[in-house]
């Protein structure tokens, strides 16, 4: 799957768990998940789930993404997470 | 994500395969405190687990995305529902970690059905029989915590028998009303990971106010008594910050059975399952090597 594609998938989920939480922000590649979307941890189990029920994958390695020295990363670019998930398919397939 | 729906409640929960299934890999169930969800473990101890077990994770009635009923929230209540969400997902048995009150429905369950319990993680717990009263007057910390809290012009009734719950219903509400100001005191007492999110806040208040948890969960007990602790045979590890409230319960476990090692965390509060998240994985997975018949490659992945 090309980058493209997986940045119209992210977009597609992304916008879909907060479709009734009532927000202005737009979605894309530079929308941030806490501070644009205002994520809490358990929406990103969410989102996690979601990419793995839609990619047909499991074990996709986020925390890799989330954490950094044992500490939750402050905030993610939608941009960040569908490089991060295009290179982990690059390396799966 | 995936949803149980017992008679009383539905339940959210997240089963995380093991990297390797085969052969049948070790379940472990974990259970979370009061005002969070299923997220406290995700990030941290979990993943850690899923190198060498199959992993659940759920959200307790009334928190995360789990079901609010009116009533249920007793912990020997939230036990028949670890025992009903357990028989939903054929797990005949597991190992058990749990944080804070989430350490309340393990050992209730553990009591109730030692059979389904192969081995018991107790992060920070108070066991309510054992320390029937939190009072955090009594705590060497207080006046750290007036002093700010005045700062942030919220007033705590610190002698309540249950000021560790009220102090969290004032920061859920200040994280509602004055984000700013929760957010700085979340971070001088328990650390920047520790600090609540609105909705996880506003769901906290809202759990409060129309059903009857505060009154379940605070009373009128006693749930078991201090000499049931001795029918917990299993091989448990209590572990408790060196600055926690906690630590008359985790020193009862540590005396009571005979299968229990205590670990002090030295330097750490309440929460150190996400502020001292290596060391807490460490621990537990040294745990499990020495103490629960369980050999997860130690060194090699971790």
Not at chain 2, 48 to 54: H, Q, S
Request: charged letters at 25%; aromatic letters at 8%; hydrophobic letters at 45%.
């Amino acid at each position: 799957m090309d980058l493209a594609k997986v940045q119209e998938l992210v977009f597609e989920v992304v916008a879909g768990l907060v479709a009734d939480w009532d927000l202005d922000a737009e979605i894309g590649p530079t929308t941030r998940l806490v501070a644009d979307l205002e994520f809490e941890s358990i929406d990103i189990i969410q989102m996690v789930v979601a990419f793995e029920e839609r990619l047909r994958k499991r074990n996709l390695g986020f925390e890799k993404l989330l954490m950094i020295d044992g500490r939750y990363v402050d905030d993610l670019s939608l941009g960040q997470i569908a490089a991060f998930l295009h290179q982990r398919l690059t390396v799966a397939a | 994500m995936p949803f149980a729906e017992l008679p009383a409640v539905r339940i959210n929960y997240l089963r995380m395969p093991a990297e390797d299934e085969a052969p049948a890999p070790e379940d472990v169930v974990m259970i979370h405190g009061l005002a969070t969800n299923m997220a406290f473990w995700y990030g941290g101890l979990a993943p850690v687990l899923t190198r060498f077990a199959r992993v659940t994770i759920y959200d307790l009635r009334g928190h995360g995305h789990s079901s609010m009923p009116p009533t249920g929230y007793s912990p020997v209540e939230m036990a028949e529902d670890l025992r009903l969400l357990l028989d939903h997902l054929g797990i005949d048995s597991a190992h058990m970690v749990a944080h804070s009150f989430g350490g309340m429905v393990a050992v209730i369950f553990a009591l109730s059905h030692p059979e389904r319990v192969k081995s018991l993680v107790l992060a920070d717990v108070r066991l309510r029989p054992v320390q029937p009263r939190l009072r955090l007057r009594q705590w060497r910390f207080a006046p750290r915590w007036h002093e700010a809290l005045a700062e942030a012009g919220v007033t705590l009734d610190d002698d309540h028998p249950d000021s560790g719950i009220l102090l969290l219903t004032e920061l859920a509400r200040l994280t509602v009303e004055r984000p700013d100001d929760a957010r700085r005191l979340n971070e001088t007492f328990f650390g920047a990971e520790a600090r609540l999110g609105t909705r996880t806040a506003r769901r906290w208040l809202n759990m409060l106010e129309t059903t009857s948890a505060f009154g379940e969960i605070t009373g009128p007990g006693p749930d078991f008594h201090r000499d049931d602790l001795k029918r917990l045979t299993q091989p448990i590890l209590a572990l408790v910050g060196e600055h926690s409230i906690a630590k008359t319960s985790a020193r009862v476990l540590k005396r009571e059975c005979a299968n229990c090692v205590l670990r002090v965390i030295p330097g750490a509060g309440h929460f150190f399952p996400l502020s001292r998240r290596q060391l807490f994985a460490r621990l537990c997975l040294r745990f499990y090597a020495a103490r629960a018949g369980w050999r997860p490659e130690l060194g090699t992945r971790h």
